[in-house]
């Protein structure tokens, strides 16, 4: 039974994000999973409750990779107080699989499903937007700790978006550097290098705040 509703959720991940929840019927999503349309009925209901469980199950998936941990995430008052080099660790690893999943080409479900709720439904945006609110405040939460700026703040914001901003150019280019390279795919090696140039300036720019905790 997990299986056939594993199946299903998958199956509907791929087929939300290319065609959207209007452009993707039942038909599409059961003949994907192959299964029987009964079982959309009694695993979820309808399209609609499918939908609200693929964006929980990506957002799961999601925040289970780039947290790279079973556990619940953090709490504020937890990130603060974690040493440097713990604090460090955790940005590095959350940049270096964005990274991953991008220049890799790694087929990114969720971020396509996330810009079609953009255009698609206020309610389902809204949705969206609470399930991945945890994660989305963990950079913020980590950023707040190394640069000393309280966590709501607009500089804070602007850290963040500079930092996490290089992971989209980086992907965005990804073509550019193919073609500018004369080559088919980015290697391991080359993805190792933008990694580093990545971490690099993140932490020119972390190193740029000597208050509050980031003295610590």
Partial sequence: MKDTRQKILHAATRLFAQKGFSGAS???????????????????GDKR?????????????????????????????EVLAYPRGKALALLKHMLDYLLECGLSNHDLPLERIFTRVELESAPMRKMLLSYLAPYRELPHQLLAKLTGLPVK????????????????????????????????????????????????HTLAILNSYTKGTNKK
């Fill in 26 to 44: 039942v038909r599409d999503i059961v003949n994907l999973a192959q299964v029987n349309v009964s079982a959309i009925r009694y695993y979820f």
């Fill in 49 to 77: 409750k499918l939908y609200q469980e693929t964006l929980k199950f990506l957002a799961e998936e999601h925040r289970r990779r780039s947290w790279n941990k079973n556990e619940p995430l953090p709490t504020t008052d």
């Fill in 153 to 200: 703040s607009p500089e804070l914001l602007v850290v963040s978006r500079s930092i996490f901003g290089q992971v989209m150019l980086s992907e965005c280019h990804r073509l550019v550097i193919l073609k500018e390279l004369g080559v088919s795919h980015i290697s391991p090696e080359l993805r190792q290098q933008i990694k580093e140039v990545v971490w690099r």
